[in-house]
């Protein structure tokens, strides 16, 4: 008897959901009726658009040169850098475990 009660409510409850729709997509489509031709719909107007602050000047305008200019280099220049990097590196963290030792 319970489940019968719980299926009845439950179909009650989604005619009165599926009318609740019905009445607003009608009340819906007559806003839209009396709307002007040519009216343009609420919130349709576009935002301005606000430029990032890195691509303005000091004076706010915007800047139209190019940011970033990457020069090409060769595979064994930029290995030659990265081994330079490496190098260095070691060499501050070998000093810094000698300081590390000493204290």
């Known amino acids: 008897m319970l489940p019968l009660l719980y299926i009845i409510a439950f179909t009650v409850?989604?005619?009165?959901?599926?009318?609740?729709?019905?009445?607003?997509?009608?009340?819906?489509?007559a806003q839209e009726l009396r709307r002007p031709i040519g009216y343009p719909p609420t919130g349709?107007?576009?935002p301005q658009a606000v430029p990032h602050p890195e691509l303005?000047?000091?004076?706010g305008?915007?800047?139209?040169?190019?940011?970033?200019?990457?020069?090409?280099?060769?595979?064994e220049e930029a290995?030659?850098?990265l081994n330079a990097l490496y190098?260095?590196?070691s060499e501050l963290s070998s000093q810094d475990d000698n300081l590390r030792s000493e204290a």
Request: net charge positive; hydrophobic share 50%; glycine share 6%.
């Open 56 to 59: 303005l000047d000091a004076a």
């Open 13 to 29: 409850l989604a005619f009165l959901a599926v009318g609740n729709l019905l009445r607003s997509l009608m009340t819906l489509g």
């Open 44 to 46: 349709a107007h576009r």
């Open 79 to 81: 290995r030659d850098r």
């Open 87 to 89: 190098d260095d590196g």
């Open 61 to 75: 305008n915007l800047i139209r040169e190019p940011l970033l200019v990457v020069k090409s280099i060769s595979v």
